[in-house]
């Protein structure tokens, strides 16, 4: 398993709740993106981290998503107070640096608030 | 920032027929052009990519155009494959002056090949 994985697969969770989704990425990579990807539309930037530096959060659509990336590898999304704008399926991306180089997906988590 | 649009939604063709998916950009300081695959069920995978410094770039039946004067670019796949059916991203950064690779992605083109 080279690949990244996301976990889980799926989640359903209500509206209010927080949930948290998980991305391992492929190992060496040092940079690392989450993106999101909404019914029939293009995948949106959430945010970059690359190295020890501080992560780029410019993407995050508002102060109840939040990210961390513990140890420059596993990284974490959280979404607080889901609401259902937020269904979507959530996507992390690794690649080798943080330079144009090929970023690996993962296969996303599907995110539905009820 | 980076606005970028993408044509056609849908591409319906016979296989062995040639495919060409369009795509824009606004940020003339984007430098690097990435084309991803999407099935069903899955994340996206790279198929093709260029940097600004070059005009095209072909690897077996796919090639990819860019036009940086135009702020535009294509994707064109021939001799098409049912295998090919998918949806089929553009995208564009700035990944090569550094500040990492944030992409910007067009709304998708859905690749039907038909028998």
């Known amino acids: 398993g080279a690949g990244v994985s996301q976990s889980p697969s799926n989640k359903v969770t209500e509206k209010g709740k927080d949930v948290e989704l998980r991305c391992d990425p492929i190992?060496?990579?040092?940079?690392l993106y989450w993106y999101r990807q909404s019914l029939g539309q293009g995948l949106e930037f959430l945010i970059y981290f690359q190295g020890n530096s501080a992560p780029d959060k410019s993407g995050l659509p508002s102060d109840r998503f939040s990210a961390e990336r513990t140890g420059g590898s596993v990284s974490t999304l959280t979404i607080q107070r889901t609401q259902q704008e937020d269904s979507a399926v959530y996507l992390c991306a690794s690649s080798l640096t943080g330079g144009a180089t090929e970023a690996f997906f993962g296969q996303g988590t599907r995110l539905t608030v009820v | 920032g980076e606005n970028v649009e993408q044509h056609p939604s849908t591409l319906s063709v016979q296989e062995g027929d040639s495919a060409v998916i369009k795509c824009t950009y606004s940020?003339?300081?984007?430098?690097?052009f990435p084309w991803y695959k999407q099935e069903l069920g899955k994340g996206p995978q790279l198929i093709i990519d260029?940097?600004?410094?070059?005009g095209e770039k072909k690897d077996q039946r796919i090639a990819v155009t860019l036009n940086k004067t135009a702020k535009h670019f294509s994707l064109h796949i021939t001799e098409t494959q049912p295998e090919d059916s998918a949806v089929y991203f553009c995208?564009?950064?700035?990944?090569?002056?550094?500040?990492?690779?944030?992409?910007?992605f067009g709304t998708g083109t859905q690749l039907k090949v038909e028998l």
């Open positions: 190992s060496g990579h040092t940079a």
């Open positions: 995208a564009a950064s700035r990944g090569l002056t550094g500040g990492g690779n944030k992409l910007t």
């Open positions: 940020d003339s300081a984007s430098n690097y």
């Open positions: 260029i940097r600004s410094n070059v």
